[in-house]
């Protein structure tokens, strides 16, 4: 049943520029589909989601990253009663922007910006799905819905100034309203973000061999679980045993923003979208208690996984590549490849250059960075965790 709240596809604002509706598909599925067709989509594969994307076949990528975001996204919203597929738009989306290698290729990208407005990889999503996919015959970028667009915006809350330029150019032709609150759909997808990422990072430290089971059955929840799973299947497998562990971690993060979220609506009794969007608060929560815990296996992680010697190491050789390869295109635009020397033929500043550049590093996946690099320096960079 369809919450009174939820986005109706028949009530959405619509797109910058009007289209015949699709006999099959409601304008969110067309959205969530022309997301997944997107260029900077697939190139999600080769990019960082902690390790770097060639350091190990089973280690989560920003693609598989994204997906496991929009199945618990699935899960959550069609609980409460909300659109599924703009909920899954939303998540799946929620990641376009990111440069190669993670937060730290975005780190140095946002240095090398900051004369030029910085980079947000929030706001570079925008800039991707509203400009930098030309592949339609009527538009640049996706045309999506205005209710994908602001999920995409401020899924996290709202966008406080100064705004990221890349958002900023975009909402000055097409408010999103970056002041308010997103649809409950949007916030599904933020929290689910945060389920999916605290879920696999403690999977990826261990297979990384960053921290040991024993260490992670005590941290707070995981413990109450290991405990479940030793008392349910006594003498488990060592692999078994901590998987087991894991999805049970998983499900009550799932359980607990459903819950503390049902209360919330329930007390605002919400009768439109718009109710949620003024509420004032983040209306999809985790519980305090569940939070606290939670800060505690976040700093676990930053410690033990995120700044690791080996990782702390990786950074610094990968911040090099970007910090390479920013003045090369900037000195040397002969360097960009055709199609994007076209659009530098037209710009007037420095600043238009470099947002230029720096669009098309944001676009480049880890490996074809490091490609990069070599073919233009001469020097491969060594990474190697042995």
Not at 107 to 124: C, S, T
Not at 139 to 154: P, R, S, Y
Not at 285 to 302: A, G, T
Request: glycine share 6%; with cysteine.
């Amino acid at each position: 049943m369809t919450a009174r709240f939820a986005c109706e596809p028949s009530g959405s604002r619509g797109r910058l520029y009007p289209e015949e509706e699709s006999e099959f598909r409601s304008c969110f599925q067309r959205d969530r589909d022309r997301i997944i067709h997107a260029s900077a989509f697939r190139r999600l594969k080769h990019k960082t989601q902690v390790f770097i994307e060639h350091e190990g076949d089973y280690f989560r990528t920003r693609l598989t990253h994204s997906i496991e975001v929009g199945q618990v996204a699935r899960t959550i919203a069609k609980t409460l009663g909300l659109d599924l597929e703009l909920t899954e738009a939303v998540a799946l989306a929620h990641d376009l922007g990111h440069t190669p290698f993670g937060h730290t290729g975005e780190d140095a990208l946002n240095g090398l910006m900051r004369p030029y407005g910085g980079f947000d990889h929030n706001a570079q999503a925008i800039r991707i799905v509203t400009s930098l996919e030309r592949h339609y015959a009527e538009f640049d970028g996706l045309n999506l819905t205005w209710e994908t667009l602001e999920g995409i915006a401020k899924h996290n809350g709202p966008v406080g100034e100064p705004v990221p330029y890349a958002l900023a150019d975009y909402n000055a032709i097409h408010d999103l309203e970056l002041d308010t609150h997103a649809s409950a759909e949007a916030q599904v997808a933020a929290l689910s973000d945060d389920i999916a990422y605290n879920h696999h990072d403690l999977h990826d430290g261990l297979r990384a061999g960053l921290f040991s089971t024993d260490e992670l059955a005590e941290l707070p929840i995981v413990s109450d679980c290991f405990s479940e799973v030793d008392r349910v299947y006594p003498g488990l497998n060592y692999y078994r045993r901590r998987h087991e562990a894991l999805r049970r971690f998983f499900g009550r993060l799932v359980a607990d923003v459903i819950h503390v979220t049902q209360a919330n609506l329930a007390a605002l009794v919400p009768q439109t979208p718009a109710d949620i969007r003024g509420a004032g608060r983040m209306m999809v929560q985790f519980s305090p208690d569940l939070w606290s815990k939670l800060k505690v296996i976040r700093e676990f992680l930053f410690h033990r996984m995120y700044r690791a010697p080996d990782v702390v190491e990786m950074r610094a050789q990968v911040s090099d590549v970007i910090n390479t390869l920013f003045p090369l295109y900037m000195s040397d635009t002969s360097l960009l490849p055709k199609q994007w020397r076209k659009d530098v033929d037209e710009i007037r500043s420095d600043t238009e250059l470099a947002r230029i550049v720096a669009d098309y590093i944001a676009g480049m996946t880890d490996r074809f960075a490091l490609q990069e690099h070599a073919r233009l320096t001469g020097s491969d960079v060594i990474m190697d965790r042995s």
